[in-house]
């Protein structure tokens, strides 16, 4: 499994960007998709994961503003980010759960400006 984010960049209080998530490489069964991020002197935390059983998962601060979602056959994976706030500002990394472990993405960075 290889993850290649994209779709991070500067972008105004308010705004909205799109990041996405291609898996290349292996097939393998994935059983967890989704989105964590890392700000300035933070500990990495989840923002939005979908699994196999169709469940999805955010964490408290972007519910009702981030959307995550995915193709059929686990090639991408989409997060639609509304409404940022400067809080949202961290580096964001693709991860993965496969039967074979735990797979990140390279990171993409969010700079969300006042």
């Known amino acids: 499994v290889q993850l290649q984010a994209s779709g991070g960049g500067l972008v105004q209080a308010g705004g909205s960007l799109r990041l996405s998530c291609a898996n290349t490489?292996?097939?393998?069964?994935?059983?967890?998709m989704g989105w964590y991020r890392q700000a300035p002197g933070k500990q990495r935390e989840m923002v939005a994961i979908?699994?196999?059983?169709?469940?999805?998962e955010y964490a408290d601060s972007v519910k009702g503003r981030f959307t995550v979602s995915r193709d059929n056959g686990w090639n991408t994976v989409t997060l639609v980010m509304n409404n940022l706030v400067t809080e949202d500002t961290a580096v964001y990394y693709c991860?993965?759960?496969?039967?074979?472990?735990?797979?990140w993405g390279q990171g993409t960075l969010v700079t969300v400006s006042s």
């Open positions: 991860h993965s759960q496969t039967l074979l472990g735990t797979y």
């Open positions: 490489g292996t097939n393998v069964r994935i059983n967890v």
């Open positions: 979908t699994t196999n059983t169709g469940r999805t």
